[in-house]
């Protein structure tokens, strides 16, 4: 079945730096992905619908300067968190759908924790 | 605005009980709806997927039903075993995917 991979797993930064999150749909193209962000015991929560070619769609409430994602290809996104907080510490999934045959299915990646000190 | 909505938020049941956790969704304009098993620290898990035209789907002991007209889905797990403990989410799709917060089950052996 179709697979999306994300990296890194698991990265841990400082304070003011930023991290690139990248996800790849391995055998699929993808002209749009999603990002999620769940933080501890709450519900995954979309962030921004990444769309190949063109601007990406942020939810409300998500700060797009913040939050910078590049859609370069369409088998792979990218989410950049720039400037890091304590605060950005999250698990940041990634989906993507594959269509066929009539269907629409979305998969997801195995998530990146980032841990902010 | 699409809301979705589970209950219970949490469950225990002893080992081998049939249980079944509950879905609803505000928007019936769906194209499908999908159910996750999420582990603790872990990324999610597919479980079912029930397109838009669909009422019921099933996978081994599990068994996912769909009332677009109602707004509500329900997934059935039959025989619970300690392996089954994981938060169960669902997901309805229309131009987003929108999830719900969760039932986190925990089987007792």
């Known amino acids: 079945g179709a697979v999306v991979s994300q990296h890194p797993s698991r990265v841990i930064c400082k304070s003011g730096t930023s991290v690139k999150i990248e996800c790849r749909s391995l055998?699929?193209?993808?002209?749009?992905m999603f990002w999620y962000r769940q933080f501890p015991k709450q519900s995954l929560m979309l962030m921004a619908t990444s769309n190949e070619g063109s601007k990406a769609t942020y939810e409300q409430g998500v700060e797009k300067d913040k939050f910078l994602i590049n859609h370069a290809s369409l088998t792979l996104s990218t989410l950049t968190v720039t400037s890091a907080h304590p605060e950005d510490s999250s698990f940041y999934i990634c989906?993507?759908?594959?269509?066929?045959?009539?269907?629409?299915?979305?998969?997801f990646g195995p998530g990146t924790r980032l841990t902010v000190l | 605005k699409q809301e979705v909505t589970q209950i219970p938020a949490a469950l225990s049941v002893p080992e081998g009980e049939n249980l079944v956790l509950n879905c609803s969704f505000t928007d019936s304009a769906i194209y499908n709806l999908q159910w996750f098993r999420q582990d603790p620290g872990k990324g999610l898990t597919s479980l079912l997927l029930i397109q838009s035209s669909q009422r019921e789907q099933t996978s081994g002991r599990l068994n996912a039903s769909l009332d677009k007209s109602s707004g509500r889905s329900t997934l059935y797990i039959a025989a619970s075993q300690p392996g089954d403990s994981a938060t169960y989410l669902c997901a309805a799709r229309d131009d987003k995917i929108i999830f719900g917060k969760g039932t986190r089950l925990h089987i007792l052996p």
């Open positions: 989906s993507a759908p594959s269509r066929g045959q009539g269907s629409d299915t979305q998969y």
């Open positions: 055998d699929f193209q993808a002209t749009t």
